[in-house]
Every structure is written in structure tokens, then in C-alpha cells.
């Protein structure tokens, strides 16, 4: 009886090329919160343009409307805002529970005093 030794020569996973960049400029972000990181959960950033990479993360720079100034991160400190149906106009009460249409208005009923 042979026992064949059914070996695979597995490539390795492929490089992760530092160029590339998952986000593009006008691209809406929010910081990752981790260690060391302070991240405001309700800080949204835009991608203001894209700068090389740093090791093997691509950095941007970003900015949020309520600072005057940009910051500089790395890819892996960033996550997409997602987009959901509720607009900057949006109250936090109907982007947390969803913009619901406001109830129709009933007439008033006037009671009137009962006679004894």
C-alpha cells in the first residue's frame, strides 16, 4: 500500500498593495474609536484628498465642517458614514427611529358642559 502525501503548494495571500485607497476625495468618514483614539461618535469627516501611504495603510486628509483645520489618518482609522435615508436636516430622535410622516391632524372635539 502507498501512501501519497497529498501536499499543496499554496501560494500566499497576495500583497496588499499600500496605493490603494478605499476612499476618494468627497467621500463622507467617521474616526474608529481604539485604543489611544479618542473618536467622537458624532464627528463626520469628508475626504479631502489623498496622501501616500504610511507602512502599509494609505493616509488621507480630512475634515469636519465643525473645525477649522485638517487632520491627517490612516485608512485603518477610518470607517464609511453610512448613508441612510435621513438627510442633514434630520432630527436625532428620526435618524435614530427613522423619519416617519407626522400624524394627521383630527379636528378638536369641544365638550360641552352637561346639564343637571
Do not use: C, W
Not at 483614539?37 to 501611504?53: E, F, M
Not at 465643525?66 to 490612516?74: I, K, L, N, Q
Not at 410622516?101 to 352637561?114: E, G, Q
Request: charged share 25%.
Amino acid at each position: 500500500m502507498t501512501a501519497t502525501n497529498d501536499l499543496r503548494v499554496q501560494s500566499p495571500p497576495p500583497a496588499r498593495d499600500p496605493s490603494l485607497h478605499l476612499f476618494a476625495v468627497g467621500d463622507m468618514v467617521r474616526l474608529k474609536g481604539g485604543f489611544g483614539i479618542s473618536a467622537d461618535a458624532g464627528s463626520v469627516y469628508r475626504i479631502t484628498g489623498t496622501l501616500p501611504a504610511r507602512g502599509d495603510s494609505p493616509q488621507y486628509r480630512i475634515r469636519s465642517d465643525d473645525e477649522r483645520h485638517e487632520r491627517v489618518a490612516t485608512q485603518d482609522t477610518l470607517e464609511p458614514v453610512r448613508k441612510t435615508g435621513g438627510g442633514a436636516g434630520h432630527t436625532l430622535l428620526e435618524k435614530t427611529f427613522g423619519a416617519s410622516p407626522a400624524p394627521a391632524a383630527r379636528p378638536l372635539r369641544v365638550r360641552k358642559p352637561s346639564a343637571k
